[in-house]
């Protein structure tokens, strides 16, 4: 049982990852595609109540100056509302959601911007915030455009089973497009995600590989020193104690002195110099 709870509360409210910052480009085109589609959207409402008559389509109530002027108001007052909840969809995704999904059947000039964010806030797949807001946004179309459209605009009053049916389905299409933006987002954090983890165990790796490589080339150095430290100390130690010795020999055992004590200074310097530097590293053997 609490297996499958946990499961519920993950389906439920999954992960929330953070959306990519926005490039200047997809800020421009996102507010670019809104601002033209919306304008456009309101023209041509306001073109089909100035153009068309009651003899062309039946049942058709023109819009009088006064509904004209009251649809522009709520229209462009709306449309500046859903643009300001577009803008802070990211910083406030259920308080742009709420208020977006209040005023998204008063106006068709913000009305991408009101899809825009509902497609936010689905990206974020958590459906305690996501199914409020839906049933926000239906209901509200119910109660704009069965009630205000019915009373102060007649012209743009629908019946109430196709104001249900085609805003359930905007607001399904709408959810389906933010799941989806949500889901691919966490895929690619996924892979991210384990794309760092081998690239830090790649690292681990290697640094284990670089420090087990410098204590090699430290021992087998060590070994190659002490043999002529050795070599010093014998030839040193036979000055020492053989009296018998000719110039001609001391000087050789001396200029071998000499040429084993300068290798060894400079074998020194190089194990010195592998043990400081974390990065020397020589696969073939020492430096």
Same mark, same amino acid.
């Given at each position: 049982m609490q297996n499958a709870a946990a499961r519920l509360r993950s389906t439920m409210s999954p992960p929330i990852i953070k959306p990519a910052p926005l490039t200047v480009w997809g800020h421009v085109w996102r507010w670019t595609v809104a601002l033209v589609i919306g304008v456009f959207a309101s023209l041509m409402i306001i073109g089909l109540h100035v153009s068309t008559s009651s003899e062309e389509v039946p049942g058709f109530v023109r819009l009088d100056d006064?509904?004209?002027?009251?649809?522009? *108001?709520?229209?462009?007052?709306?449309?500046?509302?859903?643009?300001v909840c577009m803008g802070l969809r990211r910083k406030f995704p259920r308080t742009a959601g709420t208020i977006s999904a209040l005023?998204?059947?008063? *106006?068709?000039?913000?009305?991408?911007a009101n899809m825009i964010t509902l497609i936010s806030v689905a990206a974020r797949r958590q459906w305690r915030e996501i199914v409020p807001i839906s049933l926000l946004w239906i209901g509200s179309a119910l109660v704009v455009e069965g009630y205000y459209f019915g009373?102060?605009?007649?012209?743009?009053?629908?019946?109430?089973?196709?104001?249900?049916?085609?805003?359930?389905?905007l607001v399904g299409i709408a959810l389906a497009i933010g799941v989806a933006i949500g889901s691919r987002r966490e895929t690619l954090a996924n892979q991210r995600s384990q794309l760092m983890f081998l690239q830090e165990t790649?690292?681990?790796?290697?640094?284990?590989?670089?420090?087990?490589?410098?204590?090699?080339i430290a021992r087998e150095m060590h070994d190659v020193l002490a043999h002529r430290i050795s070599l010093v100390s014998l030839h040193s130690g036979a000055l020492a104690y053989r009296t018998d010795l000719t110039p001609e020999q001391v000087r050789e055992t001396a200029q071998l002195i000499r040429d084993n004590s300068h290798q060894a200074l400079s074998e020194l310097r190089q194990v010195l110099g592998v043990l400081r530097d974390p990065n020397s590293l020589d696969m073939d053997g020492p430096p």
């Open positions: 006064r509904a004209m002027a009251i649809f522009i *108001t709520v229209d462009v007052i709306a449309g500046i509302i859903a643009f005023t998204a059947s008063l *106006t068709a000039f913000g009305s991408i009373k102060y605009l007649p012209g743009l009053s629908s019946s109430w089973v196709g104001v249900l049916s085609s805003t359930t389905g790649r690292e681990a790796r290697e640094q284990e590989a670089r420090v087990a490589e410098r204590a090699r």
